[in-house]
Structures are given as structure tokens and as C-alpha cells.
């Protein structure tokens, strides 16, 4: 069997497996509304879901829309997002973005990921997740730093760039399941192969992983400076 035939296998039954361990996996972001989810996948970079779900309540009463989020003083952005890091940027892109869908996009979140990037604040990693979860449309792979440790380890990319890893992951997953793997592998990656101590002898990929039992990549212990959005 060629590699690549081999590969694409052998990502179907991670695929399956992963389906089995996470029945229930979802998207951890607490939303009401596309511009909402839209703004809580901004201020997730470079910080935990379970953050952002503090933050985002009075956030979201304040500035429940674009057009009020668009309106705000960037200060009070900036006070509210604050514990999630890098606050400055992050209410910048978001209030910039905002405006740009107000006056653009009639205060209404485009549904092409071609319109999305076009937002400030916004690559293809919260372009995906904003068309997966609040329009149902599969355009990619969301890539975050969990789908890239793992599927490193797990011998489906040798990529580190994550466009790179999204071509090559949209060719092996069906396209209905594009989102599916992700968020579970993003469990997987919280609850089991951590990216300092991965704890191969109790996970049920084990023997689909090259990686097992090596220790950590090299790759996977150097953290990045910036995390895609």
C-alpha cells in the first residue's frame, strides 16, 4: 500500500477512536451569537477556554454586538479582557473587526472564509471555528497548538507551519469531519498527551503512534511566541 494510502488509514481509524473517546466533544467557548463566538476565539489565543468563559459574560453584557463592541471605549475593552493576556491587541482586533463587520458586512458575520480573514485579528484557525460552530460549514481544519503537537506525534504531518498542517489533515480527514477531529483531538491533547508529559501508557492511540514511549519531540518543547488565530 503506498504511504500516503497508508497515512490516510490510518488517520480514519484515529478519526473513529477519538469519535469513541469523546462522544460529546464540543466547542469550550460559551457563545450566544457568530460575533460573540467570533470575539472569545480571538481572546482564546495564547490562553485556556475555561479563561475566556470568565471573561466573556460581562463582556457580552456590555456589548452584546458588533455595533456596540465597534462603539466601546477600547479601554473598557481592554479592562474587561485583561486576564486573558495580551489584552491590548486582543481588544484591538476585536473592536477593529467589529467595526469592519458593521460596515462592511451590515453588522452581520460573513460566511465565507475568504470574508474572514479579511477581519483584522482574525487567520484561518478563528476563521474555522467560526464556521464550524456558528454556521455549521466545514471551509478547513482548525489547527491550534494541541492539533499541531499531536498530529506531529502521530506521524500525519511533518509540517510546523499550520496552514502547511491543515492542507495536509484536509486531505486525509472526510470534509464532514473536519471539526469533529479537531475538537477531539484538542481533548485528547488536554487530557491525555500533554506537551511536556504525555501519558503514552494510558492512551488508547498508543499503537498508531510513532512517538510513543520516545519521550517528547523536540519540536513540542519549544513553545511559540504567537499563536494563530
Same mark, same amino acid.
Given at each position: ?46 490562553? @485556556? ?29 481592554? @479592562? ?23 460596515? !462592511? ?12 480573514? @479579511? ?24 489547527? !491550534? ?85
Amino acid at each position: 500500500m503506498p504511504r500516503s494510502s497508508k497515512r490516510k488509514q490510518k488517520a480514519l481509524e484515529l478519526l473513529s477512536r477519538l469519535e469513541q473517546l469523546y462522544p460529546d466533544a464540543t466547542c469550550s467557548l460559551n457563545y450566544e451569537t457568530p460575533v460573540q463566538l467570533l470575539v472569545a476565539t480571538i481572546l482564546s489565543a495564547q490562553c @485556556t477556554d475555561e479563561r475566556v468563559n470568565l471573561v466573556t459574560p460581562a463582556l457580552f453584557a456590555q456589548f452584546p454586538n458588533a455595533a456596540l463592541m465597534a462603539g466601546a471605549e477600547r479601554e473598557e475593552i481592554e @479592562t474587561l479582557v485583561r486576564s486573558t493576556g495580551f489584552y491590548r491587541n486582543k481588544a484591538k482586533h476585536i473592536q477593529q473587526a467589529c467595526h469592519k463587520i458593521v460596515t !462592511d458586512f451590515g453588522g452581520e458575520v460573513p460566511q465565507q472564509m475568504e470574508l474572514l480573514l @479579511t477581519l483584522p485579528g482574525v487567520a484561518r484557525k478563528t476563521a474555522n471555528v467560526v464556521l464550524a460552530h456558528a454556521f455549521g460549514i466545514n471551509a478547513g481544519v482548525t489547527v !491550534d497548538t494541541h492539533v499541531k503537537r499531536l498530529t506531529n506525534r502521530l506521524g500525519l504531518t511533518k509540517h510546523q507551519e499550520p496552514v502547511k498542517i491543515e492542507r495536509d489533515l484536509m486531505g486525509l480527514i472526510p470534509q464532514a469531519d473536519w471539526e469533529n477531529w479537531s475538537i477531539r483531538l484538542i481533548y485528547h491533547g488536554r487530557a491525555v498527551c500533554m506537551a511536556r508529559k504525555p501519558s503514552c501508557d494510558s492512551c488508547t492511540l498508543v499503537d498508531l503512534c510513532p512517538s510513543a514511549g520516545q519521550g517528547v519531540p523536540q519540536h513540542s518543547k519549544k513553545s511559540s511566541k504567537r499563536k494563530q488565530n
